[in-house]
């Protein structure tokens, strides 16, 4: 069978469309590759971010170019520095770093002067209309629209009226200033689009000085050109924009920066648009944007997600021409091969039954030693305190066992993973009929996987020590939406009416000790449960542990 993309390595994967675009222009001749990631600061990135971030450095560090950051911050109501900072940490942590930080309130003065240079040369004109008249007048994508009645104003008096619109001599919305391009354009976006409109507001870099902002359309292909990249990525639905992004970069002469676009990612159970997630934190659904529910980098980072397993997510994803859903399996997936790796093994009960071992001495103590990770020798052993009573899981005990059940049941054996064979004698019930106390008996000749007689036992669970646990608090997460897709609601519904009311489980788990000593951040493996990441929450009586995953693949099976 033919491997799907997900399944090849980086190496064996044929070129993306993108690349292959860039190995054309570079056999042409082109020398030179240069990309840039545009955040809006309005709001911190998430997952699909993460995936243009990998793109956009990615694509420049494979052939020897450079990618910047810029901050897309034309839009001054809804951005703060809280974001920017947020972004350049995020981006730091996924592992790459830009060769410049740039904003496009930077270059507003040099905007400006383009402006007033298609003014001059008629191809701009400032209008009197409303927004809400221009949209009316814009006609549909069958019947052209119709021209302002001051589309025709002097180059003299669009001076002026642009000059005092700059000066603050009008109200927000009374004037705006559109490129005079074709009212019947069959490109809506074509029918003179808005450049500049007032906007009295605090920008968090440029303060007061400006009350005028340009739109999106006319900002971001002249920042690019200001910058000289070559490469301009942005996701689908800005196709539409391509012409106009070409138009002013023509009209004004300056360097040919040239848009490509991609599909943006979207996950299943996962909502994507900052706007969503924005309302998420809001509402107090989530405890904000760390919360590690969230698809932000911050909340993956907090819930144990690794750069790695990012960056290998982003190159499984690849690059595609049209929309798709990927499967939240494929995430998870790539965060379990990363941290069975590097991530060390530990043993905690999620929800305890007390085993006595009654023939074992009453004040002994052994030190158990246990292998740190399997699959990497360097980790090394620590030691384990194992005495007379233990917790085991209750699902790892079974009164009355179906056939294939290989755990602890009545009269049946199990090993206790690097310890002993225990044998169950006695079931103790409190007046509910719940198992309180499981008493059994070991083996004393079947440490290090051997037994008395040779005999062997098919099942191994987990267990800790009573006496040397340590109580900590567990967080077990579920996917937030219980639909698909955010978009896919029903008639009068919203996506907050998917909410899974179940996304957070709390619990209290009993772990060995030398779990009391991580720091947060530090990531584990709870032998047969998960991966589980300390969380900042913690405190010195009590650690907190986030699970960032489970152990069981979904993905793999699904395929
Ligand atoms: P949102 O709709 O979530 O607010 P946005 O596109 O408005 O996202 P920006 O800050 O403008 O957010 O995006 C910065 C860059 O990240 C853009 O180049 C954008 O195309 C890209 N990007 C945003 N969301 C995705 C996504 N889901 N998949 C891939 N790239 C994305
Ligand atoms: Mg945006």
């Not at 402006?115 to 004109?125: P, Q, S």
């Not at 589980?532 to 650690?543: G, I, L, N, V, Y």
Request: hydrophobic share 35%.
């Amino acid at each position: 069978m033919e491997k799907t993309n997900e399944e090849l390595a980086p190496a064996e994967r044929p070129l993306n469309f993108l690349e292959e675009i860039i190995e054309e222009s570079m056999a042409k001749g082109e020398k030179r590759v240069q990309t840039r990631f545009p955040p809006e600061p309005n709001g911190y990135l998430h997952i699909g971010h993460a995936k243009s971030i990998c793109l956009n450095f990615g694509l420049a560090k494979k052939y020897g170019g450079k990618c910047n950051l810029r901050f897309d911050d034309t839009n001054p109501v809804k951005e703060d520095v809280e974001y920017v900072d947020s972004i350049k940490e995020d981006i730091k942590w996924l592992g790459f770093d830009w060769a410049a930080e740039y904003y496009a309130s930077d270059y507003f003065e040099q905007l400006y002067d383009w402006a007033v240079e298609l003014i001059k040369r008629g191809k701009a004109y400032v209008d009197d209309q409303t927004q809400e008249e221009i949209r009316q007048r814009r006609g549909t994508v069958t019947e052209p629209g119709e021209e302002s009645p001051w589309r025709d104003r002097s180059v003299e008096e669009n001076l002026d009226l642009f000059a005092r619109m700059r000066a603050g001599e009008f109200a927000d919305g009374e004037k705006v200033l559109r490129a005079k391009i074709d009212m019947a354009h069959p490109n809506m976006l074509m029918r003179d689009p808005i450049m500049y409109r007032i906007l009295h507001a605090h920008h968090h870099r440029t303060g007061d000085k400006w009350c005028i902002y340009p739109m999106y359309d006319y900002a971001h292909g002249q920042c690019d050109s200001i910058e000289r990249v070559t490469h301009s990525m942005c996701t689908l639905e800005f196709d539409v924009h391509r012409p106009l992004y070409d138009w002013f970069i023509q009209e004004l002469g300056i360097f040919p920066s040239h848009q490509y676009e991609f599909a943006r990612l979207n996950l299943t159970h996962t909502m994507m648009s900052k706007r969503k997630l924005l309302q998420l934190v809001q509402n107090k659904v989530v405890t904000g944007w760390d919360d590690p529910r969230m698809p932000t980098i911050v909340a993956l980072r907090r819930r144990g997600y690794t750069p790695e397993s990012l960056r290998m997510f982003a190159e499984k994803v690849g690059v595609a021409k049209r929309d798709n859903v990927i499967d939240l399996g494929l995430l998870e997936f790539c965060v379990r091969e990363d941290l069975n790796k590097i991530a060390e093994r530990r043993m905690a009960v999620l929800d305890p039954i007390k085993v006595v071992i009654t023939n074992y001495p009453e004040d002994k103590v052994e030190e158990v030693e246990c292998v740190n990770n399997p699959e990497d020798e360097a980790a090394g052993k620590r030691r384990v305190p194992f005495s007379r009573e233990i917790y085991i899981e209750r699902d790892d005990f079974m009164e009355e066992p179906p056939k294939k059940y290989f755990r602890l049941s009545p009269g049946k054996e199990v090993r206790l993973r690097y310890a002993y064979l225990i044998r169950c004698d006695e079931v103790i019930k409190d007046t509910d009929g719940t198992v309180t106390e499981l008493r059994c008996t070991y083996d004393p000749e079947s440490g290090h996987g051997g037994s008395s007689d040779g005999r062997r036992v098919k099942g191994v669970i987990h267990w800790v020590s009573v006496p040397h646990a340590v109580k900590t608090e567990v967080r077990l997460f579920d996917r937030l939406l219980l639909n698909d897709s955010a978009d896919d609601v029903e008639e009068g519904k919203t996506f907050m009416d998917y909410i899974n009311p179940d996304s957070l489980v709390v619990k209290t788990a009993y772990a060995e000790p030398s779990l009391a000593d991580a720091s947060i951040g530090d990531k584990f493996q709870f032998e047969r449960i998960g991966y589980f990441c300390k969380d900042k929450d913690s405190t010195a009586e009590r650690a907190v542990f986030n699970r960032t995953v489970t152990l069981k693949d979904s993905w793999a099976k699904m395929k």
